[in-house]
């Protein structure tokens, strides 16, 4: 279908219990028909070049999935479309998801890049206000995002700024259906820097290893343990 990425969509892969599924939402709009469908935001002109984030957080949630596919790890979208889908209509196909799949555990795991004034740089992942099993499962993921060359950073959204960061409401969307749930912001595509490094293919390769290597050891956790939580 015109507008649509070649995901292997619906088909969740994998189903060991306690099983662990990995929903993979990328964020904002990607192109249709040549035109970026989250122009002229989340985007970046720097002259001789353009960075779309849209753009971007499709390249590596495709890449992110074919890994996961090749080592039969569950996994779903919360998008399938290039269009900009609302993140009430991605929070809706996750609870379809989750409901569908009863006896799974479920990192939503939302990829996007950052934007801010000249010189903000580094990658960051967000998960909700208080301690919970999100956070716990980005303990994991955390260690192996120094291997994107950026600085790191930690936060947690406040529920009283989730309509100040749009993006964030996906956070409180996937833990109100039991989800685990983590932001993450791969590097500042508002930093000449770090957009070039991001739309280097190796760089992208070594970005979606460290989400793959990170959700491994979730996974094993849960197996292992049952909960994500210490044990
Ligand atoms: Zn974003």
Redesign the pocket.
Known sequence: MKGFVDYDAWTVQGGEKPGVMIILDS??GGRVSGMYTTAPA?MFDFGDFVFE??VQ?RILVKQLAAKLKANNIAHAFTTISNYDESLDERGVKIGHIVSSYPKYHFLVLSV????GEGSAHGAEYWTTKDLNDSDYAANFIFPYLYDLGFSIRINRAKPNEYDKEE?WKILRLAEKKGCMAILM?MGFFTNREEALKMLDGEWQGTAVNALYKGIVDIINKIRTDGTIRPT
């Open positions: 964020g904002h989340k984030e849209g957080n996007h890049a950052n934007a993006s912001e």
